[in-house]
Each structure stands twice: as C-alpha cells, then as structure tokens.
C-alpha cells in the first residue's frame, strides 16, 4: 500500500524552539508539499517542492524552511517556534506525471507550541 | 485573494438525502479540480476529479457538475449515508500534480 509517513502523530513544543516536521513517501513521487490545515481556513500551502534540493514558496512561508536531501524525504522546519504556529500539518506528494490520482497525503501531525 | 471559494461551511443531511457543496474559482488557468474527502484523525484522500472538457462525472454516488462559463463546480452525493460524513475539500489547479489550491472546506454531516 503507498503511502506518505509523518513521523509524529502529535508533538508539543515551547515557544522559540526549532522544530523539524518529517515526512517520507514511498512513491518515487516528484512533488513533495507541506500545508497547514485550521479549522474554517482549509489547507494553505506553505513550501512546496518539484525535485531534489529544489524548494518553492507557497502562500504562507513565513516563520518556516523546508529540506529535501533525498527525493522521498521532505522535511518541514520552524527556525523558532510561535504559538501561532500551533496548527494540523500535513505532508503530500504527486508524480510529475500525474494521470488524475492526485495527492497523496499523510495523516497529518498536530502540534502544540505553549 | 481566495483563488478557491466554498459554500456551505457545514451542511447536515438525513440519510438518503442529496448533499450538494459548491465551489468557485477565479483563475482560467485552472485545468484540474479534484474533491477530497478527510475523516476525522486522517489526512484528505482524492475522492473524485475532473478537468473542464467535461461537465460532469461521475463514480457512484458521487458526482462532479462542471460550468466553465461560471467558473462554478460541485459535487453532488446521491443517497447520502452516515458512513460519508466528513469533511470535503474542493480544489483546483493547473495541471493534475501540481500545486492545488483548496478550499476552505465544508463539515458534512448524514444523520440516520
């Protein structure tokens, strides 16, 4: 079964701490995106990535950075934590040539900044 | 800008039921509009698409009505059961695969 794997479920971290968010696919995809999900805002693209060592900004890349060493590897980083931060964040990933399976997202990790 | 827009926030249908939950986009570039679907504790997973040389598809119960004069699409769920309340995203871009824009979501709920 393909999936996309979030490392953590749930993290809680304090305010001003770096933060790293993984997220590993096993599908040979192309495309890697990191979005946020709040309630009644949706999702909002925060980095996003066609290739290896390649990033691209999304809409909201304030307060955040992103890795990809490795073309199944993405990983989404908070140089210094902040409270409004604190939000559902969820990896997915798509093939350059995509036939309409669209994302694949993992289940998301949730984290609490205090 | 909200390139995607959303109607309604929550929607709340008996079992049986038709839910309906529209979308409107602005960019033409747009060529892809796909819908997910996320349960609670689960990321979105890719219910149904369509691309604008079309207007309609649909898979099962679920179908896409597609306006591109409008610029209007939506999903129709045919005989609505409690196993399909989640939440539902409308989306768009332009190319499958590449960077889509959502909506902001609506919570669907099919009482028994």
Known sequence: ?114 | QQQVKQSPQSLIVQKGGISIINCAYENTAFDYFPWYQQFPGKGPALLIAIRPDVSEKKEGRFTISFNKSAKQFSLHIMDSQPGDSATYFCAASKRPGGNLIFGKGTKLSVKP
């Open chain 1, 1 to 114: 079964d393909v999936k996309v794997t979030q490392s953590s479920r749930y993290l809680v971290k304090r305010t001003g701490e770096k933060v790293f968010l993984e997220c590993v696919q096993d599908m040979d995809h192309e495309n890697m995106f990191w979005y946020r999900q709040d309630p009644g805002l949706g999702l909002r693209l925060i980095y996003f990535s066609y290739d290896v060592k390649m990033k691209e900004k999304g809409d909201i890349p304030e307060g955040y950075s992103v890795s990809r060493e490795k073309k199944e590897r993405f990983s989404l980083i908070l140089e210094s934590a902040s409270t409004n931060q604190t939000s559902m964040y969820l990896c997915a990933s798509s093939s350059r040539s995509d036939r309409g399976n669209g994302y694949t997202f993992g289940s998301g990790t949730r984290l609490t900044v205090v």
